[in-house]
Nanobody, 121 residues
């Protein structure tokens, strides 16, 4: 099994920044891409960003492009989501997930517990 643990959520004013972290552990997760998804109250979970195992390829939802940056730590098992210029509509529970190396958009069924991000206006 693979465990994913997110951290870094919180309350921030519009225009502010937060950095989320996701640490993967457990059986080998090599060659898997990792991504961030979010779910706001009353809405379906949506894709935010993803990064390949090597870190060479990234993908972003249009709604966060230019404001959010996904990256990997040197140890490869940690993925970060730097969120700048936050907007109230970014308020959601953010989930880390393993995603397909062939299609970064596709989650593989391994999810973290989620971390709440709240942006006040």
């Amino acid at each position: 099994q693979v465990q994913l643990v997110e951290s870094g959520g919180g309350l921030v004013q519009a225009g502010g920044s937060l950095r989320l972290s996701c640490v993967a552990s457990g059986r080998s997760f090599n060659a898997y891409a990792q991504g961030w998804f979010r779910q706001a109250p009353g809405k379906e979970r949506e894709f935010v960003a993803a990064i390949s195992w090597s870190g060479d390829n990234t993908l972003y939802a249009d709604s966060v492009k230019g404001r959010f940056t996904i990256s990997r730590g040197n140890a490869k098992n940690t993925v970060y989501l730097q969120m700048n210029s936050l907007k109230p509509e970014d308020t959601a529970v953010y989930y880390c997930a393993l995603t397909s190396s062939l299609n970064l958009l596709v989650p593989l069924g391994y999810w973290g517990q989620g971390t709440q991000v709240t942006v006040s206006s």
